[in-house]
Protein backbone atom coordinates (compact mmCIF):
# COMPACT_ATOMS: atom_id res chain seq x y z
CA UNK A 1 0.00 0.00 0.00
CA UNK A 2 1.21 3.76 -1.10
CA UNK A 3 2.89 5.12 2.30
CA UNK A 4 -0.23 8.12 1.72
CA UNK A 5 -2.97 5.48 1.98
CA UNK A 6 -1.18 4.02 5.12
CA UNK A 7 -0.99 7.49 6.61
CA UNK A 8 -4.22 8.64 6.03
CA UNK A 9 -5.71 4.78 7.12
CA UNK A 10 -7.88 4.21 3.82
CA UNK A 11 -9.46 1.51 5.84
CA UNK A 12 -11.01 4.48 8.00
CA UNK A 13 -11.76 6.88 5.85
CA UNK A 14 -13.80 4.28 3.76
CA UNK A 15 -15.73 3.27 6.84
CA UNK A 16 -16.14 6.90 7.83
CA UNK A 17 -17.46 7.45 4.15
CA UNK A 18 -20.06 4.70 4.45
CA UNK A 19 -21.22 5.91 8.04
CA UNK A 20 -22.00 8.77 6.52
CA UNK A 21 -23.90 7.20 3.46
CA UNK A 22 -25.57 5.10 5.98
CA UNK A 23 -26.54 8.13 8.25
CA UNK A 24 -28.36 9.60 5.47
CA UNK A 25 -30.00 6.48 4.19
CA UNK A 26 -31.42 5.59 7.87
CA UNK A 27 -32.80 9.32 7.92
CA UNK A 28 -34.62 8.92 4.78
CA UNK A 29 -36.20 5.45 5.26
CA UNK A 30 -36.53 5.37 1.29
CA UNK A 31 -33.77 2.41 1.30
CA UNK A 32 -31.79 2.77 -1.74
CA UNK A 33 -34.52 3.58 -4.04
CA UNK A 34 -33.76 7.89 -3.85
CA UNK A 35 -33.56 10.14 -6.93
CA UNK A 36 -30.51 11.79 -8.02
CA UNK A 37 -31.24 15.02 -5.78
CA UNK A 38 -31.38 12.97 -2.97
CA UNK A 39 -28.36 11.38 -3.48
CA UNK A 40 -25.69 13.96 -4.13
CA UNK A 41 -26.08 15.36 -1.04
CA UNK A 42 -25.32 12.38 0.98
CA UNK A 43 -21.97 12.06 -1.97
CA UNK A 44 -20.90 15.45 -1.19
CA UNK A 45 -20.81 14.81 2.66
CA UNK A 46 -19.55 11.49 2.91
CA UNK A 47 -16.51 13.33 0.61
CA UNK A 48 -16.03 15.44 3.16
CA UNK A 49 -16.30 13.24 6.10
CA UNK A 50 -14.04 11.03 4.26
CA UNK A 51 -11.43 14.22 4.31
CA UNK A 52 -11.61 15.17 7.77
CA UNK A 53 -10.90 12.04 8.87
CA UNK A 54 -7.97 11.16 6.89
CA UNK A 55 -6.77 14.69 8.18
CA UNK A 56 -7.78 13.36 11.82
CA UNK A 57 -6.08 10.41 11.38
CA UNK A 58 -2.63 12.34 9.21
CA UNK A 59 -2.37 14.52 12.49
CA UNK A 60 -2.85 11.36 14.99
CA UNK A 61 0.55 9.76 13.58
CA UNK A 62 2.06 13.34 13.56
CA UNK A 63 1.50 13.90 17.72
CA UNK A 64 2.43 10.04 17.95
CA UNK A 65 5.55 9.87 16.28
CA UNK A 66 7.57 9.02 19.98
CA UNK A 67 5.09 6.03 21.31
CA UNK A 68 4.62 4.80 17.69
CA UNK A 69 8.38 3.50 17.74
CA UNK A 70 7.03 1.21 20.10
CA UNK A 71 3.66 0.86 19.16
CA UNK A 72 3.65 0.86 15.79
CA UNK A 73 7.32 0.92 14.34
CA UNK A 74 5.74 0.66 10.48
CA UNK A 75 3.93 3.60 10.48
CA UNK A 76 5.25 6.09 7.59
CA UNK A 77 6.23 8.82 9.74
CA UNK A 78 8.34 6.41 11.97
CA UNK A 79 9.74 5.06 8.79
CA UNK A 80 10.80 8.35 7.11
CA UNK A 81 8.67 7.21 3.82
CA UNK A 82 6.69 10.69 4.38
CA UNK A 83 7.83 14.11 6.35
CA UNK A 84 6.31 16.11 8.87
CA UNK A 85 6.51 18.57 6.64
CA UNK A 86 4.51 16.71 3.96
CA UNK A 87 1.96 15.22 6.04
CA UNK A 88 1.37 19.00 7.82
CA UNK A 89 0.56 20.23 4.12
CA UNK A 90 -1.80 17.31 3.67
CA UNK A 91 -3.34 17.64 6.95
CA UNK A 92 -4.63 21.26 5.71
CA UNK A 93 -5.39 20.20 1.90
CA UNK A 94 -7.44 18.01 3.61
CA UNK A 95 -9.26 20.10 5.76
CA UNK A 96 -9.93 22.56 3.23
CA UNK A 97 -11.34 20.23 0.98
CA UNK A 98 -13.67 18.75 3.50
CA UNK A 99 -15.53 22.26 3.67
CA UNK A 100 -15.33 22.99 0.00
CA UNK A 101 -16.66 20.08 -1.08
CA UNK A 102 -20.25 20.89 0.96
CA UNK A 103 -20.14 24.15 -0.37
CA UNK A 104 -22.79 23.51 -3.22
CA UNK A 105 -25.07 22.39 -0.34
CA UNK A 106 -24.42 24.60 2.98
CA UNK A 107 -26.69 27.20 2.01
CA UNK A 108 -29.67 25.08 2.04
CA UNK A 109 -28.53 22.45 4.81
CA UNK A 110 -26.69 25.56 7.15
CA UNK A 111 -26.50 22.53 10.10
CA UNK A 112 -24.07 20.95 7.75
CA UNK A 113 -21.74 23.82 8.18
CA UNK A 114 -22.20 23.88 12.14
CA UNK A 115 -21.84 19.84 12.53
CA UNK A 116 -18.06 20.40 10.36
CA UNK A 117 -16.96 23.08 12.20
CA UNK A 118 -17.84 21.24 15.48
CA UNK A 119 -16.35 18.50 14.32
CA UNK A 120 -12.49 20.10 12.90
CA UNK A 121 -12.68 21.94 16.36
CA UNK A 122 -12.90 18.86 18.14
CA UNK A 123 -10.74 17.11 16.29
CA UNK A 124 -7.99 19.82 16.87
CA UNK A 125 -8.71 19.73 20.15
CA UNK A 126 -8.39 16.18 20.70
CA UNK A 127 -4.57 16.36 19.12
CA UNK A 128 -3.23 19.67 20.04
CA UNK A 129 -4.75 19.22 24.06
CA UNK A 130 -6.93 15.85 24.62
CA UNK A 131 -5.32 13.51 23.38
CA UNK A 132 -2.26 13.05 26.46
CA UNK A 133 -5.50 13.84 29.18
CA UNK A 134 -7.19 10.32 28.82
CA UNK A 135 -10.79 9.63 29.04
CA UNK A 136 -11.64 13.39 27.25
CA UNK A 137 -9.49 12.17 24.58
CA UNK A 138 -11.05 9.18 24.09
CA UNK A 139 -14.68 11.10 24.54
CA UNK A 140 -13.45 13.26 21.87
CA UNK A 141 -13.23 10.35 18.89
CA UNK A 142 -16.56 8.74 20.69
CA UNK A 143 -18.08 12.25 19.65
CA UNK A 144 -16.26 12.47 16.30
CA UNK A 145 -17.56 8.89 15.19
CA UNK A 146 -20.96 9.57 16.20
CA UNK A 147 -20.95 13.09 14.34
CA UNK A 148 -19.85 11.36 11.17
CA UNK A 149 -23.76 9.74 11.09
CA UNK A 150 -25.64 12.69 12.46
CA UNK A 151 -23.43 14.57 9.44
CA UNK A 152 -25.48 12.11 6.52
CA UNK A 153 -28.40 12.46 8.33
CA UNK A 154 -28.06 16.89 8.43
CA UNK A 155 -27.38 16.16 4.92
CA UNK A 156 -30.89 14.34 4.16
CA UNK A 157 -32.55 16.83 6.42
CA UNK A 158 -33.93 14.67 8.72
CA UNK A 159 -32.00 14.86 11.88
CA UNK A 160 -34.44 12.68 14.50
CA UNK A 161 -34.39 9.16 13.45
CA UNK A 162 -30.67 8.90 13.79
CA UNK A 163 -30.37 10.37 16.90
CA UNK A 164 -30.24 6.24 18.77
CA UNK A 165 -27.64 5.83 16.45
CA UNK A 166 -25.33 8.52 17.25
CA UNK A 167 -25.57 7.53 21.04
CA UNK A 168 -24.67 4.13 19.97
CA UNK A 169 -21.98 4.59 18.20
CA UNK A 170 -20.52 7.10 20.36
CA UNK A 171 -20.74 4.59 23.77
CA UNK A 172 -19.42 1.72 21.33
CA UNK A 173 -16.49 4.13 20.49
CA UNK A 174 -15.81 5.14 23.62
CA UNK A 175 -15.33 1.76 24.79
CA UNK A 176 -13.08 0.67 21.56
CA UNK A 177 -10.86 3.45 22.36
CA UNK A 178 -10.39 2.32 26.20
CA UNK A 179 -9.66 -0.87 24.77
CA UNK A 180 -6.87 0.59 22.28
CA UNK A 181 -5.20 2.42 25.26
CA UNK A 182 -5.31 -0.65 27.14
CA UNK A 183 -3.23 -2.46 24.28
CA UNK A 184 -0.71 0.61 24.20
CA UNK A 185 -0.54 1.39 27.47
CA UNK A 186 3.22 0.29 27.66
CA UNK A 187 4.62 2.04 24.78
CA UNK A 188 2.08 5.61 25.11
CA UNK A 189 4.63 7.12 27.41
CA UNK A 190 4.49 10.66 26.43
CA UNK A 191 0.34 10.28 27.11
CA UNK A 192 -2.07 10.02 30.56
CA UNK A 193 -4.31 7.47 29.42
CA UNK A 194 -6.72 6.15 31.57
CA UNK A 195 -5.48 3.03 31.74
CA UNK A 196 -2.27 4.11 32.66
CA UNK A 197 -3.13 6.60 35.32
CA UNK A 198 -6.50 4.32 37.09
CA UNK A 199 -5.07 1.09 35.56
CA UNK A 200 -6.12 -1.70 33.28
CA UNK A 201 -8.92 -3.00 35.98
CA UNK A 202 -10.35 0.27 35.95
CA UNK A 203 -10.07 0.81 32.26
CA UNK A 204 -12.02 -2.88 31.61
CA UNK A 205 -14.99 -1.68 33.98
CA UNK A 206 -15.22 1.80 32.03
CA UNK A 207 -15.41 -0.34 28.55
CA UNK A 208 -18.04 -2.60 29.94
CA UNK A 209 -20.47 -0.02 31.12
CA UNK A 210 -19.84 1.82 28.34
CA UNK A 211 -21.14 -1.03 26.11
CA UNK A 212 -23.68 -1.92 28.32
CA UNK A 213 -25.43 1.93 27.70
CA UNK A 214 -25.09 1.10 23.74
CA UNK A 215 -26.26 -2.32 24.29
CA UNK A 216 -29.43 -0.93 25.99
CA UNK A 217 -29.83 2.30 23.30
CA UNK A 218 -29.89 -0.36 20.50
CA UNK A 219 -33.58 -1.63 21.68
CA UNK A 220 -34.70 2.38 21.08
CA UNK A 221 -35.20 2.24 17.11
CA UNK A 222 -37.88 -0.80 17.99
CA UNK A 223 -39.74 1.84 20.17
CA UNK A 224 -39.90 4.23 17.65
CA UNK A 225 -38.92 4.30 13.61
CA UNK A 226 -39.21 0.53 13.22
CA UNK A 227 -41.97 -2.04 13.48
CA UNK A 228 -40.51 -5.95 14.95
CA UNK A 229 -43.11 -7.54 12.50
CA UNK A 230 -41.79 -5.45 9.49
CA UNK A 231 -38.81 -6.51 7.21
CA UNK A 232 -36.38 -3.83 8.32
CA UNK A 233 -37.64 -4.80 11.43
CA UNK A 234 -36.31 -8.05 11.38
CA UNK A 235 -33.53 -7.21 9.52
CA UNK A 236 -32.22 -4.67 12.40
CA UNK A 237 -33.29 -6.95 15.01
CA UNK A 238 -30.88 -9.49 13.65
CA UNK A 239 -27.99 -7.50 12.81
CA UNK A 240 -27.93 -5.87 16.14
CA UNK A 241 -28.41 -8.38 18.20
CA UNK A 242 -25.14 -10.14 16.61
CA UNK A 243 -23.40 -6.95 17.00
CA UNK A 244 -24.82 -6.64 20.75
CA UNK A 245 -22.91 -9.88 20.84
CA UNK A 246 -20.03 -9.09 19.59
CA UNK A 247 -19.63 -5.94 21.79
CA UNK A 248 -20.34 -7.71 24.84
CA UNK A 249 -17.23 -10.44 23.71
CA UNK A 250 -15.26 -7.61 22.76
CA UNK A 251 -15.13 -6.13 26.52
CA UNK A 252 -15.50 -10.00 28.07
CA UNK A 253 -11.66 -10.51 28.82
CA UNK A 254 -10.13 -7.55 29.41
CA UNK A 255 -8.07 -6.58 30.87
CA UNK A 256 -6.54 -9.68 28.97
CA UNK A 257 -6.33 -10.89 25.20
CA UNK A 258 -6.17 -6.69 24.41
CA UNK A 259 -5.75 -7.04 20.95
CA UNK A 260 -8.10 -9.80 20.21
CA UNK A 261 -10.80 -7.82 22.19
CA UNK A 262 -9.75 -4.78 19.94
CA UNK A 263 -9.95 -6.78 16.72
CA UNK A 264 -13.64 -7.85 17.86
CA UNK A 265 -14.94 -4.56 18.76
CA UNK A 266 -13.84 -3.70 15.21
CA UNK A 267 -15.83 -6.72 13.49
CA UNK A 268 -19.10 -5.02 15.90
CA UNK A 269 -18.43 -1.82 14.78
CA UNK A 270 -18.69 -3.20 11.55
CA UNK A 271 -22.05 -5.68 12.04
CA UNK A 272 -23.61 -2.56 13.30
CA UNK A 273 -23.35 -0.44 10.76
CA UNK A 274 -25.73 -2.94 8.65
CA UNK A 275 -28.09 -2.79 11.78
CA UNK A 276 -28.05 0.88 10.97
CA UNK A 277 -28.66 0.51 7.15
CA UNK A 278 -31.27 -1.45 7.91
CA UNK A 279 -33.54 1.41 9.38
CA UNK A 280 -33.27 2.87 5.70
CA UNK A 281 -35.81 0.17 4.61
CA UNK A 282 -38.26 1.25 6.95
Known amino acids: MHPALRLVRVGNVLVSFVGTMVGGLAAWGLGLGLSWGQWWPLLLAAASTGCVTAAGNTLNDLGDRVSDRVNHPDRPLVTGKIT ?5 TLVIALLLASGLLVLPILFGRPLLGVILLVAIATLLAY ?17 LTGLVFLYGATAAGHILP ?17 IKDMEDAGGDLDRQTFPRT ?12 FVGVAVVLSAVPLLGPLRLASIAGIMYTLSVVAADALFVVSVAFLPQRLHAEQSWSKIAMTVALLAFLALAFR
Open 84 to 88: PRAAR
Open 127 to 143: ELRFKALGLTGNLDVAL
Open 162 to 178: VVPLVLMAFFATASREL
Open 198 to 209: RGLDAAAGLARG
